[in-house]
């Protein structure tokens, strides 16, 4: 077997947090007096720091988007419960893979947001290694949350595969010397993904079941 070690995105990847994204983000630019967001701008940020996806999304200079940050944790707070939910196909494939690989999450959430979101959705036990923003010092792309659950695991970086929505999430896998996997259903295109040169680009969350098995993977 080729990889021991699968480490996933959250928003975009394993869960479809959209809704309660563009809610939060309207909510704080309203409060900033701005006009209506446009999705597709903030589609661009989504997967960096928090403060940098506010800055691209609202277009917000730092010192207001810092400000912005802990308005939009408490917004989404209020509201991701009731829209957040799995991609199709995400719980039960996990189920499998957790049979024969170490699984790791590597999101630019709130730590403890981000468990409690895992908890709520009914995936939290699935995972070896959580990373939040708060765990490392640099965000995506910066390779610090791929690195933190290789060396929380004792996996070398040549049997990790990195899975995730976004160009930051595909360079923080190669920038940590993984494998990447890029999933196209999430927030950047299959075009930008492929610019990006992943090793694997897939429609579809049960689709990363075949790569592990043409990688060597013995699945049942």
């Known amino acids: 077997m080729k990889y021991r070690l699968i480490v996933f995105d959250f928003d975009g990847t394993l869960a479809d947090s959209e809704q309660s994204i563009m809610e939060a983000m309207r909510l ?20 960096l720091p928090l403060q940098r996806t506010i800055e691209i999304g609202l277009g917000l200079e730092a010192g207001d988007a810092a400000a912005a940050v802990e308005l939009y944790r408490k917004y989404y707070k209020e509201i991701a419960f009731d829209s957040t939910r799995l991609f199709p196909g995400v719980k039960q494939t996990l189920e499998l893979l957790r049979r024969e690989y170490l699984l790791a999450i590597a999101s630019g959430k709130s730590r403890q947001g981000l468990l409690s979101m895992m908890q709520h959705l009914g995936i939290f036990e699935h995972f070896s290694c959580i ?44 920038r940590a010397s993984a494998d990447t996997c890029a999933v196209t259903y999430g927030n950047h295109s299959a075009a930008e993904l492929r610019g990006a040169n992943p090793t694997w680009l897939i429609d579809s969350f049960e689709h990363l079941l075949s790569c592990l098995h043409e990688s060597g993977g013995q699945l049942d």
Request: hydrophobic share 45%.
């Open 28 to 47: 704080v630019a309203h409060d900033f007096g701005l006009s209506d967001v446009e999705p597709a701008i903030v589609r661009r940020g989504i997967g």
């Open 131 to 174: 990373a939040g923003a708060q765990d490392v010092p640099q965000g995506k792309p910066a390779p610090d949350m791929v690195r933190l659950s290789l060396e929380r695991l004792a996996v070398p970086a040549e049997q990790c595969l990195v899975v995730g929505d976004t160009v930051f999430d595909i360079e923080m896998g190669q």
